[in-house]
């Protein structure tokens, strides 16, 4: 099995050679700390609006910045490797910025797929998207799955609650 880990840069050019041959790329991103079943379902979701699933892993500092002191619970190398076991996943990068927007210019993906917590107008990105002419899917169950939630259940259930 070919490494599906790349640089973004990497993974542009490929994109750019598979939508030569007309299939069409979706991209989604998210930290991906400790894997629920909302996760799964989310790129799955994603994967079913295109034929290769590009997927954005936040970096540990990145995921640090939006999640806070004691996070990421598992380092990002690690979930890059996690992420990338899944067969519908095909090729997965880190980046460090606060959006996707730096990483939507550089793949130049058909969709962005967003979680159901967000609406098409709500979506961060949804200006670079609309100027690069990338459709916007919301795709995935229901947001009622959550690491915070998993993480809170852990601590309560073995005595380390806070």
Known sequence: MPNKIMTREKIGAVAAKLKKKGKKVVFANGCFDILHVGHVRFLKGAKAKGDILVLGLNSDASVRKLKGKGRPLVNQRDRAELMAAFEFVDYVTVFGEQTVEKTLRIIKPDYH??????????????????????????????????????????????????
């Open 113 to 162: 797929a967003k979680g159901t917590d967000y609406t098409k107008d709500t979506v961060p990105e949804k200006g670079i998207a609309k100027e690069l002419g990338i459709k916007i899917a919301i795709v995935g169950d229901k947001k009622n799955h959550s690491t915070k939630d998993i993480i809170k259940t852990i601590t309560e259930r073995y005595g380390c609650a806070k």
